[in-house]
């Protein structure tokens, strides 16, 4: 054993001593932005749109990009702090769940700048990015309810996260505000990636004469769409990213995030220093959240669409809210 | 090439990637590694370290948040032993069932690890949820449940001393006490020890299984006390499962599984800097893990077959 | 006689590893004979028929089958050509039934009906009745014997090779196999019959071959050799061969001793059973209202068929069963050497000092004190004359009859006041079977301890060579055997072990 | 009256469901009726998965299913050579499998399919009616409105258990999972009634993971097996190594998950999490419940040449 600790502390100091030879400072001027993403960027809706905005900032800004998949709480800090320690210029941390690790490393590097998508905690190079997912959600409902014959309806999630269930919400005030009687059945998949999960609970949900499906489980959400494609008497709508071509002939709309759009806009201001930590709302009139049918069907009515364009035009002069508390 | 420089620097390039990521990666995987290795030992599979590792989260996590601002000391220990009773709670099921109705444990425990899972992901929107309800996490810990730290600046925290101490420990107890000679018997052969030894060893089996579930509970203390400093779901990337490997390649030798879980630690770290500073998808990472194991295996299975014909038996 | 060879293998040489398990050895197997093929532990005699059986390909020699040279590359190969083997330690699956063991080793579809009447119909032929139906692990070692007889006759095997087949069975039993060998001969068939046992070997054998270490040393008919010949072919070391017939002798005269013993016995009881019931777990009674008392200085003989309670009757006295009902005097250790010893004896992959260890595992404390034990270990080792013992040596690579001497030399350290031993010379060779007997003798005078010891062998003459008074065992019961007038004269045990009185 | 509505379904999710798990989990039975545990079972999967994927974009449904039942025979025969030939531990080998597979598809996917993934535009094969049999009253749709595979399950089970015990074969194959000295004593080729074990595992395996983007979901993701394997063991236990026993567990199964499905359908008002942990606790109870031997092959998980 005795042996095992030395061998340990020998290897240890050749180490230190050959790494502290080789390292560079990595900080040769470049603009340099990071992304920790909670899933696989290949799932079609919340981190494949996270990394196309990483891209469209690498193509804009002509920034050094990296990007990570992170799994534990624990890997959010180490990261974080991986980030800071390489003289990052921005951070990204997809996701409310990063930002209690963005309060605990922000303050041991100061030169970087942490940014969390969802979340309300910031600091003096710590902001949040707080998009009012739910507005669009609520015109989605609107849309929904418009088209459903059964008057059932349900609402299908990965897990149950804070921007998810305040979207679900919005969801169903926006499908009450046209239909006050219309029931709305709510399931969770447990987790993001089970895609033939997600497929039988979408089944299950339409056994029960749901005929149109708000899902928000990302790559386990794909299961749902292959659902209504197969089954058909239904529709369904898609979230975060636009996935109006992932089914095209069931897909009613996708509720978008622009997160290209919504992390240009930061990357930017990072870049020529005029960013200032906050949590940036990012809303309908920012023009990073939309409600976007889908051009390959044609069965909202003109009433509806006037009625949501209408609703839309108001939120952004501000002479609408909508009927249930914003989440952060 | 850059990869694998990304891989080495990542895991041992600095004194940061040694004592922050390598071997704070290292510390549940060690702890849960003495656990598994001390149920294979007694002959006991217990694949359940992953949840027991969880249900210590929450014995630890509830302690830190109802003793508040108490002194540190008296905190981290209550944090230890609500880990430990987690851990062992969620292992008595599983014990209970074996010796109740027969249930074998490699089913039942993972059947407990998804139902653990479950658990914790309603606690954190439940009982254990922050105050303002918003978030599908508990509060973080007061400053008084946060482990100490080892070393001035850098992140590796007691919970990794505690693994050192106790594979140590093991080792000894293994080696040099009856008790630990009893748990060898019979994992090694139940029949001797019961007929030629007059081991008990039903109840030794179920004691084994107890400890070895509150050593994966001390785990899930350690994550929360040394790491997240909060209860989160996801806590755990499947630690319990790697940690079965890291026992089997220590060949359930403890004072091996502290270099076991560091190998294993460090590849994790190596990995995530793979990610981070060659652009190396998340996914190869676990080729190369996996690669490197399979390599140590096959290694150690020549040396076997070696060994072997030279201690070829002179009986027929 | 000139009957043609069956079987011919010459010039072999094999080795595992490093070692050298065969080295010249040859054998010519005639037709329409029993063949017996001689040798201690070790000597390469099951190694051999393995080659013969094309379970083990030899490095160098041939093999004829009547009279063309082949080359199995599998048993199945053997198989095919007529050549069965019935191995040492059964090859059956417990958890099959019989007919599915004998189907084994068959293609393409299975039919299990014509296979039981195949069955059937071999039992009509010979004799050998086995229920096709009947799990395997449940038959009675006899039976099980037969069925691996009977699996070698369905596929027609015309050379029967049987390793060490007497080890399991009664006196009875084995006298019945023997008189089916000699019947299967007559008919035309071979066997080679794989033994230690000279006796076992001479009494039915029209041939043998002795191996030593691996070569051939002797080849004769047995009309031709004497008992005495062939264990010093056997040992090689004529003093040893000596002693050994010293023993046999001995064991002639069984009760002689005995009867002394009893007339003056005062011993002090060590082991006592007072109205002892034993239900197994399945509700079965095992062993009803024994009532027993074993005096310091005796050596109880115990004899019972399988299943007749004898098992169950060992382990109450050794303290390793409790009883459902009655009680049971015995002092704190009573040493134990079970039968099957790399199940219950040892822990085959722990060194010697650690199967040391494991004797007082159950009952130790605190830390272990290793130095003494290897000490302890050493004593045992040059006491009981283990070969190749080594404290830190695995168990496992030491042979059989070397395992055992150090079980036996272990038990002996633990049982000061009482020793309990379960078929302990089970495949030993003769010096080892000597030396285990040795230590079961030695219960009173000179400088060893007295003590009380009790003593099970399948073997009756091995039981009455060291008993001082037998019991039997039967249906659960035990009862005492009183010797005829004549002590060479076995009718009282045969009797008792059937249950008549 | 709403229920009963709901008993087609539910019967008709249960099957749909429970046919992956029980290809994969016939695979195990048979793998480890001949002693070997297969932790890589879930790699076989994920790689039957991506294999299909791959090929049926390229040759249609058919070539898809091959292809996903020859990857997943490929990871077995990695797993095969280190069991079988370097007589490493089972436990470790197969769960460095299952990290292997699930590094290569992940990364092969990400390679020949990019960050946007490979959507929907998987050819699949639906579920397809049996004239007659699905008009049966409530059960008939439910048992014969499923796809194709389901009716292979059908087939395949009634033959697996009839090669099982009433061929050669399949008596050899139980003999070298109870007692591999009375196989080799009967001329059986021990290793390579293993390697064919090993192999069909991993066809099924395969075979699983095809199903599973072929028959039900339609397109691919990183880890999508989501565990399959690790309960397709369980499945097996649960069905007491027989083939029947597997088939009925895998329908277990199955149905619990259904009825997970069903009752977040049904609106009630209990956390979710109690609903996903159901069918977990469910095996823990028959496991204790249904009563009797546990009979594991004798000679399971044991290392090659250990004995």
């Known amino acids: 054993m005795v042996k095992l600790l030395r061998l340990f502390v020998i290897i240890h100091t050749v180490l230190l001593a050959t790494a502290c030879g080789t390292k560079t400072s990595g900080n040769d001027g470049a603009f340099r932005v990071a992304l920790l993403t909670p899933g696989p960027i290949s799932d079609q809706a919340w981190n494949s749109s996270a990394y196309k905005g990483l891209e469209r900032i690498r193509d804009s800004l002509g920034a050094e990009i990296s990007h990570i998949q992170t799994k534990t709480p624990a890997e959010f800090e180490e990261n974080f702090r991986q980030y800071g320690a390489k003289g990052y210029d921005l951070v990204i941390g997809h996701g409310f769940e990063f930002q209690d690790a963005a309060q605990r490393v922000g303050p041991e590097y100061p030169n970087t700048i942490y940014v969390t998508t969802g979340g309300s905690g910031t600091g003096p190079n710590i902001a949040a990015l707080s998009f009012a997912f739910d507005e669009p959600s609520f015109f989605a409902g609107i849309a929904a309810a418009s088209v459903s014959q059964n008057g059932v309806m349900a609402v299908l999630g990965g897990t149950e996260l804070p921007p998810v269930k305040s979207s679900f919400a919005a969801f169903e005030a926006g499908a009450r505000s046209v239909r006050p009687d219309i029931q709305i059945l709510t399931a969770f998949i447990g987790n993001w990636d089970d895609a033939a999960a997600g497929k039988e609970q979408a089944l299950a949900l339409m056994s029960r004469r749901a005929d149109v499906i708000f899902q928000n489980a990302d790559a386990a959400g794909l299961g749902a769409f292959q659902a209504v494609r197969e089954r058909g008497k239904a529709w369904i709508i898609g979230a975060n990213a636009d996935q109006n071509q992932v089914a095209p002939e069931v897909t009613l709309g996708s509720v978008v995030i622009d997160l290209p759009h919504a992390f240009l806009l930061v990357a930017r201001e990072v870049q020529d220093g005029s960013f200032t930590p906050r949590v940036v709302h990012l809303d309908t009139k920012s023009d990073v959240v939309r409600w976007v049918p889908n051009p390959s069907v044609q069965v909202l009515s003109k009433m509806v669409t006037d009625h949501i364009d209408g609703l839309r035009a108001q939120l952004i002069a501000g002479t609408f809210t909508l009927p249930m508390a914003s989440a952060p | 090439m850059d990869a694998l420089a990304a891989l080495w620097d990542g895991a041992f390039g600095s004194a940061f990637a040694i004592w922050s990521a390598t071997l704070v990666r290292a510390t549940p995987l060690l702890l849960l590694g003495l656990a598994v290795a001390l149920a294979f030992r007694a002959g006991l599979l217990n694949i359940g370290a992953e ?28 944090m230890l032993a609500a880990g430990a009773t987690g851990g062992a709670l969620w292992s008595g099921i599983a014990a209970w069932l074996k010796r109740r109705f027969g249930v074998l444990e490699v089913i039942s425990t993972i059947m407990l690890n998804f139902i653990a899972a479950a658990l914790v992901s309603w606690l954190v929107r439940g009982p254990l949820q922050e105050p303002t309800r918003i978030y599908p996490q508990s509060s973080t810990f007061s400053a008084s449940a946060h482990w100490p730290f080892l070393i001035p600046g850098q992140r590796l925290h007691l919970g990794f001393a505690i ?9 000894w107890w293994f080696e040099r006490t009856a008790g630990g000679f009893r748990v060898r018997a019979v994992g090694a052969g139940a029949r001797a020890a019961a007929s030629a030894g007059g081991v008990d060893v039903a109840s030794t089996v179920m004691r084994v299984f107890l400890v070895s579930g509150a050593i994966a509970g001390i785990a899930g203390a350690a994550e929360v006390g040394g790491v997240t400093w909060a209860l989160y779901e996801g806590l755990s990337p499947g630690y319990g499962y790697t940690a079965i490997a890291v026992a089997l390649l220590a060949r359930l030798d403890p004072r091996w599984i502290i270099a076991t879980s560091i190998f294993f630690g460090a590849l994790e770290a190596g990995a995530a800097a793979m990610q981070r500073d060659a652009q190396v998808p998340a996914v190869v990472v676990q080729i190369v893990v996996a690669l490197v194991v399979l390599g140590v295996l096959a290694v150690t299975a020549l040396r076997d077959k070696q060994m072997a014909q030279r201690l070829a038996v002179d009986a027929e | 006689m000139t009957r043609e060879a069956a079987l011919v293998l010459s010039g072999i040489r094999h080795r595992f590893g490093r070692t050298l398990a065969l080295d010249d050895a040859s054998i010519a197997v005639r037709r329409g004979t029993v063949h017996a093929l001689l040798g201690e532990n070790g000597a390469g005699k099951s190694t051999l028929m393995r080659i013969a059986f094309g379970m083990l390909r030899p490095e160098h020699g041939t093999i004829h089958l009547d009279g063309d040279a082949v080359a199995f590359a599998s048993s199945a190969e053997a198989i095919a050509q007529g050549i069965g083997m019935v191995h040492q330690h059964f090859s059956l699956v417990s958890t099959m039934r019989a007919v599915e063991n004998v189907a084994l080793g068959a293609r393409g579809r299975l039919d299990l009906a014509a296979t039981a009447a195949r069955m059937t119909a071999v039992a009509h032929a010979t004799g050998l009745t086995i229920d096709p139906a009947a799990m395997s692990g449940d038959l009675s070692v006899s039976a099980q014997q037969r069925l691996e007889i009977v699996k070698a006759l369905v596929r027609d095997a015309r050379i029967l090779i049987l390793d060490e087949p007497g080890a399991v069975l009664t006196p009875d039993e084995r006298a019945e196999l023997d008189r089916w060998l000699r019947h299967f001969a007559d008919g035309g068939g071979t066997v080679v019959l794989i033994t230690h046992k000279v ?32 264990i010093d072919a056997m040992t090689g070391e004529s003093d040893v061969g000596a002693a050994w017939r010293i023993a046999r002798t001995e064991s002639d005269r069984p009760t002689a001793g005995a009867a002394a013993l009893r007339s003056g016995a005062t011993g002090t009881p060590v082991l006592a059973l007072d109205h002892v019931h034993v239900v197994d777990e399945r509700g079965v009674t095992r062993l009803a209202d024994v009532t027993l008392t074993i005096a310091r200085g005796e050596v109880l003989g115990v004899i019972g068929v399988e ?19 009655g009680t049971v005097t015995r002092p704190a250790h009573v040493g134990f050497i079970p039968e099957d010893r790399l199940h219950d004896a040892v822990v085959p992959t722990f ?67 009482a020793l309990v031993a379960e078929n302990p010379t089970r495949g030993l060779d003769l010096r080892a079977a000597h030396a285990v007997l040795d230590i079961v003798r030695r219960t009173g005078g000179g400088d060893v301890p007295s003590r009380a010891v009790v003593f099970y062998s399948t073997d009756l003459d091995e039981v009455l060579s060291v008993a001082t008074r037998v019991v039997a065992c039967f249906n659960g019961t035990v009862r005492e055997v009183r010797p005829a007038e004549d002590p060479a004269d076995r009718t009282p045990y045969a009797r008792a072990l059937v249950g008549a009185s | 009256m709403e229920l009963l509505l709901l008993l087609t379904p539910f019967l008709e999710a249960s099957l749909r469901t429970a046919t992956p798990l029980a290809f994969a989990a016939l695979g195990e039975l048979v793998s ?31 070539i898809g299913f091959a292809v996903g039942v020859l990857s997943g025979m490929a990871i077995a025969a990695v797993f095969a050579i280190f069991v079988l030939v370097l007589r490493t531990d089972q436990i470790i080998a197969g769960t460095a499998m299952t990290l292997l597979a699930l590094g290569l598809t992940g990364t092969l996917y990400k390679v020949l399919y990019g960050a946007s993934g490979a959507a929907l535009g998987t050819p699949t094969v639906g579920p397809w009616a049996v004239p007659g049999l699905s008009a049966i009253p409530v059960i008939g749709p439910a048992l014969f409105r499923q796809s194709v595979l389901t009716y292979l399950l059908y087939a395949a089970v009634p033959t697996l258990a009839w090669w099982m015990h009433r061929t050669g074969a399949g008596l050899a194959l139980r003999a070298v999972g109870e007692r591999r000295a009375a196989a080799e004593a009967a001329g059986i080729d021990v290793p390579r009634v293993r390697w064919g074990a090993i192999l069909f595992a991993g066809a099924f395996g395969g075979l699983s993971g095809a199903t599973l983007v072929l028959a039900q979901v339609g397109t691919f993701n990183e880890g999508m097996s989501a565990g399959r394997g690790f309960i397709a063991i369980a499945i097996v236990v649960l069905g007491r190594w027989s083939v029947v026993g597997t088939a009925m567990a895998a329908l277990v199964f199955g149905a619990a998950f259904a009825l997970q499905y069903l009752f977040q359908a049904l609106d009630v008002q209990l956390p979710y999490q109690l609903f996903i942990a159901f069918p977990y606790v469910l095996t823990l109870v028959l496991l204790a419940v249904v009563r009797g031997r546990t009979a594991a092959p004798l000679e399971l998980g044991l290392r090659d040449g250990t004995r």
């Open chain 4, 32 to 62: 480890e009726r001949a002693g070997v545990i297969n932790l890589g079972l879930e790699g076989c999967i994920i790689a039957g998965c991506f294999g299909a994927l791959l090929a049926a974009g390229i040759g249609g449904p058919a």
């Open chain 2, 51 to 78: 949840g027991q590792l969880l249900m210590g989260a929450v014995g630890a996590s509830a302690a830190a948040l109802s003793l508040g601002t108490a002194p540190r000391a008296i905190v981290v220990l209550a």
């Open chain 3, 199 to 230: 006796r076992e070997a001479l009494a039915v054998a029209d041939d043998l071959t002795v191996l030593r270490r691996g070569r051939t040393v002797l080849h004769s008919a047995r009309a031709d050799v004497t008992e005495d010949a062939v």
């Open chain 3, 307 to 325: 299943g007749a309670g004898a098992r169950e009757l060992l382990r109450v006295l050794a303290g390793r069963l409790l009883p459902s009902q």
């Open chain 3, 351 to 417: 060194s010697l000092t650690e199967n040391l260890a494991l004797a007082e595992a159950g009952a130790a404390r605190g830390t272990l004190d290793w130095r003494a034990l290897v000490a302890r270990t050493v004593d045992v080792i040059t006491a009981h004359d283990v070969r190749n013992g080594a404290p830190e040596r695995r168990i496992d690579t030491l042979s059989g009859g070397n395992q055992q001497k150090f079980v036996v030399g272990r038990e002996d350290r633990i049982g000061l006041d």
């Open chain 2, 163 to 171: 693994g050192v101490v106790l594979a140590l420990v093991l080792w």
